[in-house]
């Protein structure tokens, strides 16, 4: 990590929403770009933003849509800034084209998605983890990206930071999952005198698309550094130009862009653990169900059961280490969705794993966590 | 003695991929020539495009900064790069279907904006890459391999559009009409605002083949046919212009 920057929020506590909690984080991650396009529940990310950048020195515009502003995004980003753009569902859906060329093109940018209930329009104000699945494979082609899932508004503030810090060092889009509730739930945010940043590294005359080992990550340049940048969404050697006909240059490019984000699995994942030690049920949640899921399990031990809660605050890389690790007879997995993340860990334990899923655009409360506790 | 405008091309990206008669190679010096007149340092330029064969125009073979994007953002993308480092000289260069189709919004708004960039749309009044399919700026009657019998949709007037959405600058031109063309290339690069400039430049594989043209040459003849200037289509009725395309600056606003 690069020296602290100052903050530019006095430090202490602040009563915020978990939307106003990203806008500054992002300022004081050095966010200096944003672009967006209004959609309900992430709206006041940008609102805030509009009048909070120019105040720092940084630029925001509203654009004519989701894709011209993940396109723009990109475009600043390659001028020189650290960006960021916020969404909801179905303007994630509209970003995924450039996502995919940010991927390709390896340029590091943080997509805030705050999610709602869906498909399509669905209930623009409820939450749900609608897009845990879209984030992942939503655009075309095989890649990784970085997916970050806060509980808390605090949390909120601190995963964008890092979400911003995590881009720079692999060169990804990173996203940050939060939902309609957190969005709009108001909690004490404790603001720090300096945060943690992560500088763009530089280096004159060396390839920007390409490393000598399988998995790095290269340096990156901006437009107007004589460096006679060659970007391209299509298939490109080391250099930047386009080759779309050799097999080897397409397997490496793919190659790397995957694992210089799984090699990098163990720095990246974060995971919390509750009551883990010697749990015979162990419950897996992420984001504002998690919460709901704590207190169950507490709930539950007190009545005698021996139940853990393993909470991810990275949901891509999958942390599927942390998982297979478990040593329980049964595994409980709690979404605000018909069961999306809940295959990834089928996919790697051999452990029995239950579902508990809400798709009525509620909040999912301990009650319904409890009860499969209970059963297990 | 090579001539000056060629030093801006990266020799390693030489030939150029365009089929034998293409426009877009000519479009590709008229732009170099332009910024070559100019006095612009190329090393201060940003070139952004799209896809299709017009996209290739300037990358990878422009000596700059270049970014080839998705089809039809490169306005979107360029207007990011020029807001956050406004010293960027931003130029897009890019085909009829990813500007004015695909990418048809991102252009109107662009022009709404009255962003500071040049816009080139490389216009054959085709898909050109992708082999010859009716574009928004296809003329009426014309044959592609999705109208065989002849276009019946009218084509949109990509000046016209840009100037209601407000763009300060517009002009229309021809490769065939060469030194035009980089006239009007120098004064959008010297303008500050958004700088529009449909650029005519003919496809003879995907559109003159279909359509009997004898030769690339007949098809830029044919072209010199079609066009008017400006100040004499001015005197002529709607009627006689059916068909005809008008060629000259349509806006000239504000600082130069
Ligand atoms: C999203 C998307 N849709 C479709 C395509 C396929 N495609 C490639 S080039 C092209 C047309 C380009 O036409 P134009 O912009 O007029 O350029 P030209 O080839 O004629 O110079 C299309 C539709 C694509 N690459 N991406
Ligand atoms: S297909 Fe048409 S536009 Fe494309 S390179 Fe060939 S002649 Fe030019
Ligand atoms: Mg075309």
């Known amino acids: ?376 | 003695m090579e001539a000056t405008w060629k030093k801006h091309l990266r020799k390693e990206t030489l030939p150029l991929p365009f089929c034998p008669g293409c426009g877009h190679g000519i479009l590709l010096g008229a732009i170099l020539r332009a910024i070559d007149a100019s006095g612009i340092d190329i090393k201060d330029m940003l070139f952004v495009s799209g896809i299709g064969c017009a996209g290739w125009i300037p990358s990878p073979h422009i000596k700059a900064d270049t970014m080839h994007v998705t089809h039809g953002r490169p306005i979107a993308f360029a207007t990011g790069a020029k807001l956050f480092n406004p010293r960027l000289k931003v130029m897009v260069v890019s085909g009829d279907g990813d500007l004015a189709s695909i990418g048809g919004n991102h252009l109107i708004h662009a022009a709404r904006r009255d962003i500071d960039m040049v816009v080139v749309c490389a216009n054959n009044e085709i898909y050109g890459m992708t082999g010859g399919q009716v574009s928004p700026t296809t003329g009426l009657g014309v044959k592609t391999t999705t109208t065989l019998a002849g276009n019946v949709e009218p084509p949109l007037d990509l000046c016209r559009l840009v100037e209601a959405a407000g763009a300060s600058y517009v002009a229309r031109s021809t490769v065939f009409h060469l030194e035009h063309l980089i006239g009007i290339l120098k004064k959008a690069l010297g303008h500050k605002g958004f700088s529009f400039i449909d650029a005519l430049s003919p496809c003879p594989v995907q559109y003159g083949r279909r359509n009997l043209y004898a030769s690339p040459a007949e098809q830029l003849k044919d072209l010199e046919k079609r066009c008017v200037p400006l100040e004499k289509a001015r005197s002529m009725t709607q009627e006689v212009l059916k068909g005809r395309i008008v060629i000259g600056e349509f806006v000239c606003r504000g600082e130069h």
């Open chain 1, 1 to 376: 990590m690069s020296p602290k920057i100052k903050n530019p929020l006095p430090p202490g506590n602040y009563f915020f929403e978990g939307n106003q909690a990203c806008a500054e984080a992002a300022i004081a991650a050095g966010c200096r770009f944003f672009a967006g396009y209004p959609i309900s529940p992430s709206s006041e990310i940008m609102e805030r933003l509009s009048w909070r950048l120019p105040e720092v020195g940084g630029v925001f515009i509203q654009m004519e849509d989701e894709i011209a502003s993940i396109s723009a995004v990109i475009g600043a980003v390659w001028a020189g800034a650290r960006a960021m753009t916020a969404t909801s569902g179905p303007g994630l859906s509209l970003m995924l084209e450039n996502i995919g060329y940010a991927i390709i093109t390896e340029t590091p940018c943080v997509i805030v998605d705050v999610q709602r209930a869906g498909p399509s329009t669905g209930q623009a104000t409820r939450p749900y983890d609608g897009d845990i699945m879209q984030v992942k494979w939503g655009s075309s082609g095989d890649y990784q990206v970085i997916a970050l899932a806060p509980w808390s508004v605090q949390e909120v503030y601190d995963l964008t930071i890092r979400a911003f810090n995590l881009a720079e060092l692999y060169r990804v889009p990173v996203f940050v999952m939060s939902d309609a509730a957190l969005a709009h739930l108001r909690e004490d945010c404790r603001i720090p005198e300096g945060v943690d940043i992560v500088g763009r590294t530089k280096a004159k005359g060396v390839p920007h698309f390409g490393t000598e080992g399988p998995v790095g990550v290269p340096p990156m340049a901006s437009f107007g550094e004589e460096e006679g940048l060659i970007i391209t969404g299509s298939t490109h050697d080391k250099s930047g130009y386009r080759k779309t006909q050799d097999p080897n240059i397409q397997k490496d490019l793919v190659d790397r862009l995957n694992e210089k984000v799984l090699s990098n699995a163990k720095e990246i994942i974060q995971t919390e653990e509750h009551f883990l030690k010697g749990a015979e049920i162990v419950v897996v949640a992420y984001g504002l169900v998690a919460r709901a899921a704590l207190a169950a399990v507490k709930e539950a031990r007190l009545g005698g059961i021996n139940v853990g809660l393993l909470r991810l605050k990275t949901l891509w890389p999958f942390p599927k280490e942390e998982i297979r690790a478990l040593r329980a007879r049964r595994i409980i997995v709690p979404e605000l969705n018909r069961g999306q993340l809940v295959r990834e860990v089928e996919r790697v334990t051999k452990v029995e794993v239950v579902y508990v899923n809400r798709v009525d655009g509620e909040v999912m409360g301990p009650g319904e966590i409890l009860e499969a506790i209970k059963k297990q």
